[in-house]
């Protein structure tokens, strides 16, 4: 039976894992490629890590960083955060990345989807959407939830799976960095609208927010200050979730 | 003594990283050495040869035949060498792959490669699934039976001899995730992505045998 994949998340600046992505108060959390070991060897079932700050002077000490992290793990990787153009999707597969996330690009322009997908397969092309309520819909955003796009979220959702995407990242914007929970409504609406794996991420705070989770029928539940703040360890949520009856990689 | 030589072909489908790097990690201070094949090379100068593959049936194929790399591999399979296919470098080893477009495989192992047929499931087949295995092996031991490994893929082997199928495993129905023909291996999933049991097959099939 295939299992519910628990992923943490790296949001790095060049080497450090840091919190906060409203540049103000980012603190360091880490070292990325430390952090990145520690949990593949700790029961992650696939690693997930971000530029948040995808400036000219900082990627290529990234970029240098996702090399040192494909090098000491071996579950699967997947790199996001300033990836604007096929180029980009190109240089991070060759870095060690075995999927790229795309997010603001895709927006921006559909095409790279299927320009991605038909050259390095759709199983690496995973499109980020962040999600938020506006006026009583759900709509796309981007730029960190500033930027509201006129795409409606399951439209959206919907035409990347069209173009390709072998997954969605699913961040929902109303319940991201809050610790109250996934949100399960928006969770739900994606998840019964497309037939490709959707990651869910935002929110998490409790073991519960997990199960609640996977009972949204996404089949990867990212989270990141849980386990950077060693709230949980990878253990103790799959422990949990296998005692629930979810099936998970013990 | 001799060194045994591992040959690993760069098939130009994803990246051969990861396993490039198991590899070395596992015959480091051990009588093996690696090469990489990127071109025509000589069958018989090798012990042991690893395809791993992403991405399309077609695609595979097609840079295989660009490289110049079918006919030996052909041969090479022909005399029953030993051999490890991981994904589509498993999926080759067909008759046909009817991914993007009808393709001729290898013709090694009889069978298809065909979608998951079943429209209720979420496609592609992403993550961690465990392997049941139908019969023990030297290579892949009772130990690996029940064993979770990570599994990326929306095609699946169809019309295969049950006894050329190692192990199976459940996604909407069963489906082969490891097929044997005597010393010809083919693995589903990413063993290079499956942490330590994933490692543990690969230094099995360098190792043992």
Known sequence: MLKTRIIPCLDVIKNKVVKGVNFKNIRVMGNAVEMAKYYSLSGADELCMLDINASYQNRKTF???????????????????????????????????????????????????RQASLRHGSQCIVVAI????????????????????????????????????????????????VQN????????????????????????????????????????????????????KIKTVKKYLSSKGVPVRL | MKKKVIGLIDGQSGNIGSINKAIKD??????????????????????????????????????????KIIQPLKKYLQNNSSYLGICVGMQILSDWGYEDKTTRGLGIISGDIKKFRNKKLIIPHMGWNTINLNKDDTIIANSFDKKDFYFVHS??????????????????????????????????????KSHKHGLNLIKNYILKS
């Open chain 1, 181 to 232: 929970g996934f949100d399960s409504n928006m969770l739900k609406k994606v998840t019964s609208s497309v037939g490709i794996p959707v990651i869910a991420s935002g929110g998490v705070g409790s073991l519960e927010h997990f199960y609640l989770g996977y009972l949204t029928k996404s089949t990867g539940l990212l989270a990141a200050s849980v386990f950077h703040s060693r709230k949980y």
């Open chain 2, 26 to 67: 596992i015959i480091k201070g051990r009588p093996y050495q690696l090469k990489i094949i990127k071109s025509h090379f000589n069958y018989t100068s090798f012990d042991k040869i690893i395809l791993p593959g992403q991405g399309a049936y077609a695609t595979l194929m097609s840079n295989l035949k660009k490289l």
């Open chain 2, 155 to 192: 095609y699946i082997f169809q019309n295969i001899k049950k006894s050329d199928v190692l192990a199976f495993t459940l996604y909407g129905k069963k489906f082969p995730s490891i097929v044997k023909k005597g010393n010809i291996y083919g693995v589903q999933f990413h063993p290079e």
């Open chain 1, 63 to 113: 970029i240098k960083t996702v090399e040192s992290i494909a090098k000491v793990i071996n579950i699967p990787l997947t790199v996001g955060g300033g990836v604007s153009d096929l180029s980009d999707i190109t240089d991070l597969l060759n870095a060690g990345a075995d999927k790229v996330s795309i997010n603001s690009a895709a927006v921006k322009n559909p095409k790279l989807i």
């Open chain 1, 130 to 177: 962040d999600g938020k309520r506006y006026k009583n819909k759900m709509k796309v955003v981007i730029k960190g939830g500033r930027e509201i796009t006129k795409n409606e979220l399951i439209t959206w959702a919907k035409q990347v799976q069209y173009l390709g995407a072998g997954e969605i990242l699913m961040t929902s914007m109303d319940t991201d960095g």
